[in-house]
């Protein structure tokens, strides 16, 4: 019994206990030895079971003499609150540390709802306003190639201001890589300048009814140039798409075939971008992301545009030439730039989202994107759209969401 007695000497103070006395002027209730602790001198001292939830324990404990000398402030390690002992005395208790920590991942996915959440607004709301500004200023400038070249001249200036500000890492492109991401450049070029002609020529809304045709083109062009066949599902989903998008078309009323076929023409070069894309990017470097990759393309892309629009409709885009034609000056200035600064917003923020989501997630979240679009075009441009039109387009929509769900569906294997 002696040996297990802790000796303090003076010339080590005894560290302040945690003990509180609710009553300090009664100290005959506890009558401990002075200068040792030994388990006699404890008896007045007897601590109440931990429960075994709290601690963790396999077995119950009692504080012995050295747990009442040691730091109390150490506890704090522990994730200790107090527990009352008989006799008005507390001391530290464990608490649940499983809750403490459950609240930061809690709080993290919140934060990461909330963030998504509002890329995803911002991706539907630059899409409208790209869409509603651009068709007003190509009904009333008809020059598609002008208005391409100043969307991807905007773009330009945002990517240089980004990297030379760096609020994004500026690449280090070798020419092998440039030579690579040519043929990305130009597709994308005609993919927007198709759609830009199109939009020209028939209501937003039958534009982007036809656009839905993207994944039959994506689906062929895949089969063909990287031998990868659709699956009976995926094949399943095309027809109502096909089928919509007809129906839609024979009961448009601002159909033209020149609308019609720039639209479909947008459609098999945006799809032949994202085909060679998936050639590229198993080539590329990991420094170079999507968001640099697209960063990129929109240099080349204004580089490749300029000289091609100045020589097919010549220097239009001037206030001289502009107050000839009875244009706004200041009205058409300011709606396509504010078209440019919302088409390369959207395009930023949706691989953005690309980068936080599944595909799937994003591919269903883009035919929401071109749902909303129609509908928010219809009402502004107060488009007239009859039944059978409206069904044709709800088809075709429909059945893009179920491409967006069954093309990641992979077949069982023997």
């Known amino acids: 019994m002696q040996s297990s007695a802790i000796s303090l000497s003076p010339s080590l103070p005894l560290p302040k206990s945690s003990l509180t006395f609710p009553n300090r002027s009664t100290k005959s209730s506890f009558k401990c030895h002075k200068s040792s602790f030994s388990p006699s001198g404890l008896d007045c001292l007897r601590v109440s079971e931990f429960k075994k939830s709290s601690l963790n324990l396999s077995n119950r404990a009692t504080f012995s003499a050295s747990a009442l000398g040691s730091d109390p402030s150490s506890g704090a390690g522990w994730g200790l609150d107090q527990v009352?002992?008989?006799?008005?005395?507390?001391?530290?208790?464990?608490?649940?540390l499983s809750e403490a920590a459950g609240e930061e991942p809690k709080k993290a996915v919140v934060e990461s709802s909330l963030v998504l959440g509002t890329l995803f607004g911002l991706w539907y709301l630059f899409n409208i306003y790209f869409n509603i500004y651009n068709k007003q200023v190509l009904k009333t400038f008809h020059f598609p190639m002008t208005v391409t070249t100043v969307q991807f001249a905007v773009g330009s200036v945002l990517v240089l201001f980004m990297w030379m500000s760096n609020l994004y890492k500026r690449p280090k492109i070798s020419g092998a890589q440039l030579v690579a991401i040519l043929p990305l450049a130009l597709v994308h070029v005609l993919g927007n300048l198709f759609t830009n002609m199109?939009?020209?020529?028939?209501?937003?809304?039958?534009?982007?009814t036809i656009k839905a045709m993207e994944p039959f083109f994506s689906v062929l062009l895949s089969a063909m140039f990287l031998g990868e066949f659709p699956t009976l599902w995926v094949v399943g989903s095309l027809v109502p798409i096909v089928g919509g998008v007809g129906l839609a078309s024979l009961t448009e009323v601002s159909f033209n075939w020149a609308g019609f076929w720039s639209a479909m023409a947008s459609n098999v070069t945006n799809q032949s971008r994202n085909v060679l894309s998936k050639k590229f990017m198993v080539k590329k470097e990991e420094s170079l992301d999507n968001i640099t990759l697209f960063s990129i393309i929109t240099i080349m892309s204004f580089i490749l545009m300029a000289p091609v629009a100045v020589f097919m409709e010549g220097v239009k885009f001037t206030p001289t030439y502009l107050q000839s034609a009875g244009v706004n000056v200041n009205q058409i200035y300011m709606k396509s730039f504010i078209a440019a600064l919302c088409f390369h917003a959207y395009q930023q923020v949706s691989y953005m989202i690309l980068q936080r989501v599944s595909p799937v997630t994003h591919s269903v979240g883009n035919c929401v994107k071109r749902v909303v679009v129609i509908v928010t075009s219809v009402l502004f441009f107060r488009t007239p759209v009859s039944n059978v039109n409206a069904l044709g387009t709800g088809v075709a929509l429909a059945g893009v969401f179920l491409y967006s769900r069954v093309k990641r569906i992979k077949p069982k294997t023997a």
């Open 84 to 96: 009352g002992l008989e006799g008005g005395l507390s001391v530290p208790r464990a608490t649940s």
């Open 198 to 208: 199109s939009l020209g020529q028939v209501s937003v809304s039958f534009t982007h």
